[in-house]
């Protein structure tokens, strides 16, 4: 295991129409102190290399600053999913400081480089949120110092797969210098899971079956080795341990030798962590393709 991800609740500033985790204003669930202190034993329980903290946003749960500076003491390259708009918050006025100092990685959701396609899944003023926000970033280095990695998730918009990765970067570093003098790193492509929200929207239109078929359609079995799946820890806000994070979303916990549904705050062995991982249908959003995780696609 290299990767420890910690989703730390539905708690966000923003209801996006694709989100899988199902978060929004609306959404009280968050993690707890007795949870947080048994994610930081986890920490020197095992090597992990990196700290990928999700959410909902992130930064909202009051364990998050917590989290990032125990990653960084520990040597960890720490990730922050963030949605860019929550840096804008009034009370989060030092927390693209806080982020610059500690170096943490930054992804961010942006899902095109028109206002028009990124409202129509973010909501009204989404676009013009993210794009000030990015400029804040980038005063303080972010997209330009390579100590302060800036980088983007893409997915699309309606049942589609992701465009290539490379092609689409080379397009939206052209467009956002053009257009608002915006520089980051890469470009991650993502594939929209049929998990949560979207599986929701999907079925109102019709569309799930023919959309599940077009990713079975398009498994490719080069991407197996680079599943994120085989090298991460997943952790839900109440302690639930998972493959990923898409797991976690639907409930499919890792279970120990006797069945049992393995939680953090209980008792388990290294060993029984290490067991098959079970295959759903939402996992071939994985394997379409180029292939999708969290870090972009696969081959």
């Not at 500076?69 to 400081?97: A, F, H, T, W």
Request: hydrophobic letters at 35%; aromatic letters at 8%.
């Amino acid at each position: 295991m290299k990767i420890l991800q910690v989703n730390v609740g539905k708690v966000c500033n923003m209801r996006c129409s694709h989100c899988h985790v199902d978060a929004g204003p609306h959404r009280k669930e968050s993690m707890n102190d007795d949870v947080a202190a048994k994610v930081i034993e986890l920490m020197d329980r095992f090597s992990f290399e990196t700290l990928d903290i999700t959410g909902g946003a992130p930064e909202l749960n009051p364990h998050f600053r917590r989290f990032v500076r125990e990653g960084r003491k520990r040597s960890m390259e720490v990730i922050d999913r963030c949605n860019l708009s929550v840096l804008l918050i009034p009370g989060n006025s030092d927390l693209i400081d806080f982020l610059a100092s500690e170096q943490v990685h930054i992804i961010a959701s942006l899902p095109c480089y028109s206002q028009e396609n990124v409202d129509k899944q973010r909501g009204d003023g989404a676009f013009t949120k993210s794009i000030e926000a990015i400029q804040r970033l980038n005063k303080v280095g972010y997209g330009i110092n390579d100590k302060l990695l800036l980088d983007f998730i893409y997915n699309p918009v309606g049942p589609h797969l992701a465009g290539d990765q490379e092609a689409l970067q080379i397009d939206y570093k052209e467009r956002l210098k053009e257009d608002f003098n915006i520089s980051f790193h890469q470009l991650y492509t993502l594939h929209n899971f049929p998990v949560g929200r979207w599986v929701s929207q999907l079925k109102e239109a019709g569309e799930y079956q023919p959309y599940i078929q077009k990713l079975r359609d398009a498994y490719n079995p080069s991407t197996l080795d680079g599943l994120m799946c085989r090298e991460q820890l997943s952790i839900g806000y109440t302690g639930e341990l998972h493959d990923c994070d898409f797991h976690q979303m639907e409930e499919i916990p890792i279970r120990g030798h006797d069945g049992r549904a393995l939680n953090i705050t209980g008792d388990f062995s290294e060993e029984e962590l290490f067991t098959k991982i079970p295959w759903k249908v939402h996992c071939y959003a994985c394997t379409a393709g180029k292939g999708a995780s969290c870090s972009g696609s696969l081959v």
